[in-house]
């Protein structure tokens, strides 16, 4: 459900009736104990009821924390993005930032993967392999085959409960939080049963799970948590020896065991477990097959998919320089940029078989972490030749084609043209991708945030000394609003008859007012000005940065830019008389390849694509414009979208309407 940012209005402190009122529903709803201590000596039935009320109190704080805030919010869900209200509760236990803990849908209050690491059996808890576990944490529902650890399974799962799911590898760790769609507690088998057991409202990873007043990533999960294991032990009546389902793990593949009797045979008619070619453990999902759920497969190590990556590059050049021995080139054209170095010479040479290979042969997942870390590693060892461009891109000038390592390397074999690591960006029997055919494409997916920073200027240093600020420093608007406050209290500026007012001293007079409009010569000849329009002023007065963070990417990480922040131009017009075009350009800065979006594009809007250089832009540091044929704002919006780029981001120019014949 919070796959998706939801809209979140102002947060307000709770009263402590209301904090009551919320936290009893909660005892109430989950049936939670309410600690209590004996009594000792006294009268016993005051020292009871003292108790009963302490224990009472120390079980709400533990909920929901002294000092929580409350906020309205809204989102989308479902494949009609139905509109979704509701109020989160925020609160911190001590020495923890602030979480979102609680969030009410309808009347009901739910817990998040907060509150039930801090809390253990809260609700029942339910667990799934960890491979059904990652698909629910992109917001599929869990089906019923995909239950493991029983039958039986926790008195408590009924049809309408309240559940948490965990995963084999961490069985003692909530990490999704759902609704029972059927009596689980009543199955008596998962084999073969079809249709919905947990429908998903929030797992860590979310949106919900990401927020923070401070902007801070998601908490991590515990490697586990002590209260939990007792619900694991209570339900394994039904496990195997390794933790998998009995019904899944009597699904297996058996072989032949010497010690039994070579003539011992049985009926197959009658003992052949029927298995289906495929069954859904979760909905929307190319499910697994029953036996192959509790396959082990070997992790590559970083190492291994560095030297994966290293190879990859030798076959390509290998390649390339047998497939055109006279051009002193060999076919490639240089400089060659790094995201088109990736995508033509580096992913159609991996050697991607299956779903497991893809997910584990990725660049983000070598020791380099990035392409250009990856090709000045390459450098290194002198196969190539590269430089860094203004804009912080990375070409290559040119390759060592002679280096032993590409005349001696040893072709290995790739996926055909069709196979699983294909359309995945690997094999199709290391032909570059082009258009037509599709790379990986690691920007669908993700998100992105925008972010507006701001730089003092000189003029402005009396106002940040006093805050002992750095004007070489970059601020967010709302962190220059404190360091104002700071010099306005300092100097004692706030005006006594309205304390809305500050009055001007030289400082603010001569830097922040120059008298050249008339508002400011209105301020000047006044001596005071509002508290609101001071900040707006001076934030005006520092010079603009931007950055945009890509999905975890912290704060510090990013390098900004001067001036506005960049937004994806979509201009539609008309060629040859009555022929619409549709050209999008500005995609770089949104860490997305022109190329794989132009390929995409061709297929979802059944037209031909090009992809050229933008008139007018910089050769050192050009921006490609991608040209579909036919209106196509609609389609081009909604694979921008999927890449993370909101619609406020997105700039249409429509030059086909308005014309008078």
Not at 306 to 311: L, S
Request: with cysteine; proline share 7%.
């Amino acid at each position: 459900m919070f796959k998706k940012k939801p809209s979140i209005k102002t947060l307000s402190p709770l009263r402590s009736s209301d904090r009551r009122k919320i936290t009893d529903q909660i005892i109430a709803e989950y049936h939670l104990e309410v600690p209590t201590n004996d009594p000792v000596d006294g009268d016993v039935n005051e020292t009871a009821t003292n108790a009963a009320t302490g224990g009472v109190g120390a079980l709400r704080n533990s909920l929901l924390p002294d000092g929580s805030l409350s906020a309205k919010f809204s989102t989308t869900a479902g494949p009609e993005l139905k509109t979704v209200v509701g109020t989160v509760y925020v609160g911190s236990h001590p020495g923890e930032e602030q979480r979102i803990l609680w969030f009410r849908l309808d009347e009901r209050i739910y817990p998040t993967v907060y509150t039930l690491w801090k809390h253990p059996r809260i609700v029942p808890l339910l667990h799934t392999p960890d491979i059904v576990l990652c698909k629910m944490h992109g917001g599929a529902d869990l089906m019923t085959p995909g239950l493991a650890r029983g039958p039986p399974f926790p008195p408590r799962a009924s049809k309408g409960a309240t559940v948490a799911v965990a995963s084999l590898e961490k069985p003692s760790v909530p990490s999704v939080v759902g609704i029972c769609e059927i009596d689980v507690n009543a199955l008596s088998r998962v084999q073969g049963v079809k249709g919905h057991a947990v429908r998903s409202l929030h797992w860590d990873g979310d949106e919900i799970w990401a927020w923070s007043q401070g902007g801070k990533v998601g908490g991590p999960a515990p490697d586990g948590i002590e209260g939990w294991e007792t619900d694991i032990e209570d339900t394994g009546a039904g496990e195997s020896s390794d933790g998998l389902p009995k019904e899944i793990e009597d699904m297996r593949l058996s072989q032949s065991d010497d010690k039994q009797p070579a003539d011992k045979t049985e009926d197959a008619d009658s003992t052949a477990i029927t298995r289906h070619n495929r069954n859904s453990f979760v909905d929307g999902e190319d499910a697994i097959p029953f036996e192959e759920v509790g396959k082990q497969r070997k992790e590559f190590t970083t190492k291994e998919v560095d030297n994966v990556f290293h190879r990859a590059f030798c076959f390509s050049m290998h390649q390339s320089r047998h497939a055109n021995p006279e051009n002193i080139r060999h076919g490639i054209d240089f400089p060659v940029p790094q995201s088109l170095f990736i995508s033509n010479y580096i992913l159609p040479f991996l050697p991607i078989f299956d779903k497991e290979d893809e997910d584990s042969l990725q660049l983000k997942k070598t020791s380099w972490k990035a392409a250009k870390k990856f090709i000045k590693s390459l450098e290194k060892e002198h196969l190539l030749k590269s430089k860094d461009r203004n804009g912080g891109e990375t070409v290559i000038q040119e390759v060592n084609f002679e280096d032993p390592a590409i005349m001696t390397f040893i072709p290995y074999a790739l996926p055909k043209r069709g196979a699983t690591g294909a359309d995945s960006g690997g094999g199709d029997s290391g032909k570059p991708i082009t258009s037509g055919t599709s790379a990986h494409d690691d920007t669908i997916g993700q998100t992105l945030k925008k972010i507006t920073l701001l730089k003092p200027k000189e003029k402005l240093a009396p106002i940040f000394a006093a805050a002992n600020s750095n004007l070489k420093t970059l601020y967010l608007p709302a962190e220059v609003r404190p360091i104002i406050t700071a010099y306005i209290e300092s100097e004692n500026l706030v005006s006594e008859a309205n304390k809305r007012l500050v009055n001007l001293n030289p400082v603010l007079a001569n830097t922040v007012f120059d008298g050249q409009s008339s508002m400011d010569r209105e301020v000047l000849a006044k001596g005071s000005v509002p508290r609101d329009a001071l900040i707006d002023r001076i934030l005006q007065s520092c010079a603009p940065y931007w950055a945009i963070l890509r999905n975890d990417e912290a704060r510090e990480s990013a390098k900004p830019k001067a001036g506005s922040a960049p937004t994806v131009k979509i201009l539609l017009e008309t060629r040859s008389g009555n022929k619409t075009v549709t050209k999008v350009s500005g995609v770089e800065a949104f860490f997305i390849n022109p190329q794989s979006l132009a390929d995409e594009l061709q297929k979802a809007c059944a037209s031909s694509t090009s992809v050229n250089q933008l008139v007018g832009s910089s050769p050192k540091v050009p921006i490609m414009e991608i040209l579909i044929q036919g209106p196509q704002k609609d389609i081009v919006t909604k694979a921008l979208e999927k890449r993370g780029v909101h619609r406020t981001w997105i700039e249409v120019m429509d030059k086909t309407k308005g014309k008078k014949r």
